[in-house]
């Protein structure tokens, strides 16, 4: 794993040097688009809807659309008075049971390791999470943009969850639940019954993507078949050529006819 971050972990007047990294890895097989005949990538190119014509990168910039279509415009003069942070620094905000975050609350998460010479104070904060059986809200600072996270103990190693906040949890409007109802109590011991007979520990491993399994034997398949269409890497470059070779020719048939030959 490769290091995405490096900061320090704060709380009190310890402070516990750490590299971040990423918890989570994306297995999905990735394609691109292609022209179905010739296997070529499809390009993009950025054209203004206003004046159609093609924008270079440089002259991008953002903007917000009103309810009523309108447009507005921010460069990077506007973003650079906005309130943004850079520390490195995880600050411990408070310690609060451990059962009072809702998973909802939770997004990415990451590994955090300690230096060599901080791995004392890091088991001492380990440690007191899970004795404590706690959690720790903290403050972070990713890509400029301050966030709330939480760490928490798994396996041994110290993870930090940045969460979401207050209002993009969007609240339930379900009119169809709005009545109050209670399944029976025959319903609820059938239930019961179930739920005991598929009752057990979760096991991860017991679990597999199968869709992602069979596609990437699909491919492999038409790999090892030899439905592999070879890039085209020099089609720009062999456009020239032809052009080259063209005004070459042209230029031979005039040389000869202005020697009164006869032309080829």
């Known amino acids: 794993m490769r290091a995405i971050w490096k900061g320090a972990v704060s709380f ?39 004046c159609g014509k093609q924008v270079a990168f440089d002259d ?58 901080a791995a004392k104070p890091y088991v001492l904060l380990r440690d007191a999470l899970e004795s404590e059986k706690r959690m720790a809200i903290v403050t972070v600072s990713i890509r400029t943009r301050m966030t709330m996270a939480v760490l928490r103990v798994r396996d041994g190693v110290i993870v930090m969850q940045t969460m979401i906040w207050p209002d993009e949890i969007r609240k339930p409007d379900f009119t169809v639940l709005d009545e109050e109802q209670h399944a029976t109590k025959a319903e609820l011991d059938m239930a019961k019954l179930l739920i005991d007979q598929l009752a057990g520990d979760f096991e991860p491993d017991e679990y597999e993507d199968d869709y992602a399994i069979a596609l990437k034997a699909l491919v492999t398949a038409k790999v090892e078949g030899g439905e592999v269409q070879a890039p085209v890497t020099a089609a720009e470059e062999s456009g020239e050529v032809v052009d080259l070779l063209a005004a070459l020719a042209k230029s031979v048939e005039k040389a000869k006819a202005a020697r009164g030959e006869k032309a080829s």
């Not at 516990?16 to 297995?27: C, D, F």
């Not at 910039?61 to 309130?83: C, H, I, N, Q, R």
């Open 60 to 117: 991008i910039a953002k903007g917000y659309e009103t309810e009523d279509g309108g447009m507005v415009v921010l460069d990077d003069s506007d973003f650079a008075d906005l309130p943004s942070k850079t520390s490195k620094e995880i600050g411990v905000v408070k310690f609060v049971p451990a059962d009072e975050i809702d998973p909802m609350w939770l997004d990415k998460s990451y590994y955090l390791e300690p230096d060599k010479s």
């Open 12 to 50: 009190g007047l310890v402070n516990v040097p750490i590299r971040l990294y990423s918890a989570t890895e994306n297995h999905d097989v990735q394609f691109r688009q292609v022209h179905r005949e010739d296997g070529g990538r499809i390009k993009y190119q950025r054209v203004c809807n206003e």
